[in-house]
């Protein structure tokens, strides 16, 4: 009767964790998504007016990851240092603020500037935020819950693509041209909202009010039976952490499957508007939408499958191969018709890993440096997306689309393949019943 008590505290304590906090994370990750891969839309209008060429743009899409690599690290102790409330309530102010200033951009160089800004704010925050919620959410849980957390990239896509190209064609106020206003629109609610995370965010489960003393109790004593046998505390230093190789082969595996994700942000919308003759800015829009609408539905069901199956490896891994398969698809099909369906697999596969991956470290990595370890794997994706946007501005100048997505294909190819090859322990199943079921 106590089991099955316990198991009833810990179903009530998910729940109301998930009440509280998934959805704020959530609104947070799709303005955050949103005000990083704006300027590939602005880039419709933007690069005309200030004439900038593809090789500039590959570089103002890849010198955002110069900064956001470097301030990876120091942003993540600092939120260890200051709390998830103070530290991201603050970067989410400062790097609205920077994206609602690019209204005001004259110059390539202006442009460049405040992307260099936009990294050095946006770094800590999905480090952060996946190492907050590893702080509220035992490990079976994980896949779930980052994935649903995830899942802000294919809502806003799905919102801010169509929106996005209504707005770059119709929003000309006050004669400033539709990127400008892209801009202002869509980085004011982002201040607004770093606000409202000092009021909001709870660094620890026992600060939460919305809890109570039982339900503290659980989960505090589920989160410390994860780290038995494990070292606690800030026992670990930098240097033990960078120096285990099972983070640096996840490190890689993140750094080629993103750098491919990351270009594929700035380069698709171009890429789909030589789809047809005759298509305009809203259109690009609304065709991007269709690929993020469909992961809406594919990201928490495979996550959710993932944690029914307490496996990891091959839930990652998947949908790795597929994204390739779709950026093949999406380069070499000449039908409107099968490239809408490479769209399609393009959006189930390069957003359905999230959940099962980001829920390996924790599992394969001790918690004393977590916070750390999260950020260097984050970093090395900024890496990976650095040299990829710089890379293919040159490969677009010498074999177009074409070879931009077939590059794509071979990063994602190589993130399945190393991911595979590792050994990865499953989650008991008994486990995963004794709180979802």
């Known amino acids: 009767?106590?089991?099955?008590?316990?198991?009833?505290?810990?179903?009530?304590?998910?729940?109301?964790?998930?009440?509280?906090?998934?959805?704020?994370?959530?609104?947070?990750?799709?303005?955050?998504?949103?005000?990083?891969?704006?300027?590939?839309?602005?880039?419709?209008?933007?690069?005309?007016?200030?004439?900038?060429?593809?090789?500039?743009?590959?570089?103002?899409?890849?010198?955002?990851?110069?900064?956001?690599?470097?301030?990876?690290?120091?942003?993540?102790?600092?939120?260890?240092?200051?709390?998830?409330?103070?530290?991201?309530?603050?970067?989410?102010?400062?790097?609205?603020?920077?994206?609602?200033?690019?209204?005001?951009?004259?110059?390539?160089?202006?442009?460049?500037?405040?992307?260099?800004?936009?990294?050095?704010?946006?770094?800590?925050?999905?480090?952060?935020?996946?190492?907050?919620?590893?702080?509220?959410?035992?490990?079976?849980?994980?896949?779930?819950?980052?994935?649903?957390?995830?899942?802000?990239?294919?809502?806003?896509?799905?919102?801010?693509?169509?929106?996005?190209?209504?707005?770059?064609?119709?929003?000309?106020?006050?004669?400033?041209?539709?990127?400008?206003?892209?801009?202002?629109?869509?980085?004011?609610?982002?201040?607004?909202?770093g606000v409202l995370t000092f009021y909001v965010l709870y660094d620890r489960p026992q600060d939460a009010p919305w809890l109570t003393d039982k339900q503290k109790s659980w989960l505090v004593a589920e989160l410390n039976t994860e780290t038995q046998g494990q070292p606690a505390g800030n026992s670990m230093t930098f240097w033990q952490i960078i120096r285990n190789p099972i983070l640096w082969r996840l490190s890689f595996v993140y750094m080629f499957v993103q750098a491919a994700s990351q270009a594929s942000n700035y380069w698709l919308p171009g890429q789909v508007k030589g789809f047809a003759p005759g298509l305009t800015d809203t259109h690009v829009g609304l065709i991007m939408a269709v690929p993020f609408l469909c992961a809406m539905f594919a990201m928490p069901l495979w996550g959710a499958h993932s944690d029914k199956q307490g496996e990891r490896k091959f839930h990652a891994a998947l949908p790795m191969l597929l994204a390739g398969a779709a950026f093949l698809v999406i380069a070499t099909a000449d039908s409107m018709s099968i490239r809408m369906f490479g769209m399609v697999l393009f959006g189930v596969g390069i957003l359905s890993y999230y959940g099962p991956f980001w829920a390996i470290p924790s599992m394969l990595l001790s918690p004393a440096g977590l916070a750390i370890s999260i950020a260097v794997i984050n970093s090395c994706s900024s890496l990976g997306g650095f040299f990829a946007n710089l890379g293919l501005g040159y490969v677009a100048k010498s074999y177009g689309s074409y070879g931009v997505f077939v590059v794509e294909a071979i990063l994602c190819v190589i993130s399945s393949v190393l991911l595979i090859t590792m050994r990865i322990p499953r989650v008991k199943a008994k486990e995963v019943k004794a709180v979802t079921a």
């Not at 704020?24 to 949103?34: E, G, H």
């Not at 935020?129 to 035992?138: N, R, S």
């Open 1 to 193: 009767m106590e089991r099955q008590t316990d198991v009833q505290i810990g179903r009530d304590t998910l729940k109301t964790i998930g009440r509280h906090i998934i959805p704020f994370a959530f609104i947070l990750y799709f303005f955050n998504y949103m005000d990083r891969v704006n300027i590939g839309f602005a880039a419709l209008q933007m690069n005309v007016d200030l004439g900038i060429s593809s090789v500039q743009f590959g570089q103002l899409a890849s010198v955002f990851f110069i900064s956001y690599l470097v301030c990876q690290i120091p942003s993540n102790m600092m939120i260890q240092k200051l709390g998830a409330r103070r530290w991201i309530g603050f970067i989410l102010i400062a790097w609205g603020g920077v994206t609602t200033l690019l209204f005001f951009a004259q110059s390539f160089e202006h442009l460049l500037a405040a992307r260099l800004l936009l990294g050095v704010f946006e770094a800590g925050f999905f480090p952060g935020m996946i190492y907050y919620l590893a702080c509220w959410f035992p490990a079976k849980e994980r896949a779930r819950v980052t994935a649903l957390f995830m899942m802000a990239i294919a809502v806003s896509s799905v919102v801010a693509a169509p929106m996005s190209g209504w707005i770059i064609q119709h929003a000309n106020f006050f004669d400033h041209a539709g990127w400008r206003w892209l801009f202002a629109i869509e980085g004011i609610p982002t201040v607004l909202l």
